[in-house]
């Protein structure tokens, strides 16, 4: 069975600049779950969707934040615009409902100049 | 104070050693444990999943103790792939169903 999915696996941008970070679940898993993890700390919480509805983003910084997840599949995770505070790893994560197994993909780790 | 605590180590032992992780949580109400290995530069994975009556797993035995809301990981006859971050993970009973993570501990088995 495939794992979660994220692209980029690296990105480095200039602050003020936009930036996106794409996540593919794994197939069947109905819950969807975006973390940012800074260095020499675990991963918090951001979003998390179930199907395509999201129903936790208390964690989310909405002035610069933004999610979505269309169809219930494949969710994407933006900031605009990039500060240099936000140099981290981006982890989604998937589970077959919010009671199971939350299974991490790779991450992206964003770098910001 | 945070949610999930963890000594951050690093723990250096030998192969062979027997070495203990614990870990204390602030929410009485936290229902389910965890523990999450992570390798440098990697995700998270499940190691194992923490009950009141103990649980072992080949060299790994965790332990919940509820009263003082506090959890451990052993891990016996280290061996070098043992060598990672473990992370201390804890679950609410609210409607997020977040995963609350510890910063981890690190763990460096040396021959």
């Known amino acids: 069975e495939a794992g979660v999915v994220q692209s980029p696996r690296y990105k480095i941008i200039e602050k003020k600049q936009p930036v996106a970070f794409w996540c593919n679940p794994i197939?069947?898993?109905?819950?969807l779950y975006w973390y940012l993890q800074n260095l020499g700390q675990g991963p918090e919480l951001l979003i998390r969707?179930?199907?395509?509805?999201?129903?936790?983003d208390s964690q989310l910084p909405k002035d610069r934040f933004s999610a979505e997840r269309l169809k219930g599949v494949d969710s994407t995770l933006k900031i605009q615009p990039a500060e240099l505070g936000d140099s981290a790893v981006y982890l989604c994560?998937?589970?077959?409902?919010?009671?199971?197994?939350?299974?991490f993909g790779p991450g992206t780790r964003l770098l910001v100049l | 104070r945070k949610e999930v605590e963890q000594d951050p180590g690093p723990f250096n032992v030998p192969e062979g050693a027997t070495v203990a992780f614990n870990c204390t949580y602030s929410?009485?109400?936290?229902?389910?444990f965890f523990w999450y290995r992570q390798d440098c530069r990697k995700e998270p994975k499940l190691l194992m999943s923490?009950?009141?009556s103990g649980n072992e797993d080949g060299r790994f035995t965790a332990q919940l103790n509820r009263a003082s809301q506090y959890i451990s990981l052993l891990i016996r006859d280290s061996k070098l792939s043992d060598s990672a971050t473990y992370l201390c993970v804890v679950k609410g009973m609210d409607s997020s169903y977040k995963l609350i993570f510890g910063s981890g501990t690190r763990l460096l088995v040396r021959p």
């Open positions: 197939s069947g898993h109905n819950t």
């Open positions: 929410n009485s109400a936290s229902q389910s």
């Open positions: 969707y179930e199907n395509e509805e999201a129903v936790d």
């Open positions: 923490v009950y009141s």
């Open positions: 994560a998937s589970a077959r409902g919010a009671e199971e197994t939350q299974y």
